[in-house]
Nanobody, 123 residues
Framework: QVQLVESGGGLVQTGDSLRLSCSVS????????VGWFRQAPGKARMFVGG????????NYADSVKGRFTISRDNAGNTVYLQMNNLKPEDTAVYYC????????????????WGQGTQVTVSS
């Protein structure tokens, strides 16, 4: 059974940085592409960014380009979301998701999901 566990969320101030982690277990980690999503109160879940199996390719939503960076440690079965220069509009529950069917970064339709971690950015 594939399990994803996010960690690293918290309360920070505008301009601060935070690093989220997503630990994946239950299947060979290198078989997954991984995406990060977020959902703010009252809004739909949106794609934040993703990384392919090797880590060579990443893709980001326009709203986070230049501020957020996704990386992966295939030996440690973990994907990271480094968030810099955080803004109040980044406040949301952040989810990681994994998919083993493709090596192209997707923005929807992931197979497996974590439970989410809250990120709150105060102004």
């Amino acid at each position: 059974q594939v399990q994803l566990v996010e960690s690293g969320g918290g309360l920070v101030q505008t301009g601060d940085s935070l690093r989220l982690s997503c630990s994946v277990s239950g299947r060979a980690f290198v078989s997954f592409i991984v995406g990060w999503f977020r959902q703010a109160p009252g809004k739909a879940r949106m794609f934040v960014g993703g990384i392919n199996r090797s880590g060579a390719n990443t893709n980001y939503a326009d709203s986070v380009k230049g501020r957020f960076t996704i990386s992966r440690d295939n030996a440690g079965n973990t994907v990271y979301l480094q968030m810099n220069n955080l803004k109040p509009e980044d406040t949301a529950v952040y989810y990681c998701a994994a998919d083993s069917r493709y090596d192209t970064i997707r923005t929807t339709g992931f197979e497996f999901w974590g439970q989410g971690t809250q990120v709150t950015v105060s102004s």
